[in-house]
Nanobody, 116 residues
Framework: QVQLVESGGGLVQPGGSLTLSCAASGSNFRFYVMGWYRQAPGKQRELVATIKSDATTNYGDSVKGRFTISRDNARNTVNLQMTSLEPEDTAVYYC??????????WGQGTHVTVSS
């Protein structure tokens, strides 16, 4: 059973920064695509960022230039550095792992609230 455990969420003021972390269980972490998605109240879950095994990254349009995804294969972790946060970034952020392009696993999510 794959476990993805997110941490680092919380309350931050507009313009502030926050870093989320996701720890993954299991072996062969370095081969899998890791990603962050978010879901705001009343909205569909959307892509934030993904990172492949070769460290290629992809970002949602709304976070480009503000967020940075990275991975540490030695620690089985993936991080999301968020800067210049806006109230519109308020959401539950979910860690995702995709294996072989078919199997997808999700964490339970961590709340991020951007408010003054």
């Amino acid at each position: 059973q794959v476990q993805l455990v997110e941490s680092g969420g919380g309350l931050v003021q507009p313009g502030g920064s926050l870093t989320l972390s996701c720890a993954a269980s299991g072996s062969n972490f370095r081969f899998y695509v890791m990603g962050w998605y978010r879901q705001a109240p009343g909205k569909q879950r959307e892509l934030v960022a993904t990172i492949k095994s070769d460290a290629t990254t992809n970002y949602g349009d709304s976070v480009k230039g503000r967020f940075t995804i990275s991975r540490d294969n030695a620690r089985n972790t993936v991080n999301l550095q968020m800067t210049s946060l806006e109230p519109e970034d308020t959401a539950v952020y979910y860690c995702n792992q995709v294996r072989g392009g078919m199997l997808s696993y999700w964490g339970q999510g961590t709340h991020v609230t951007v408010s003054s």
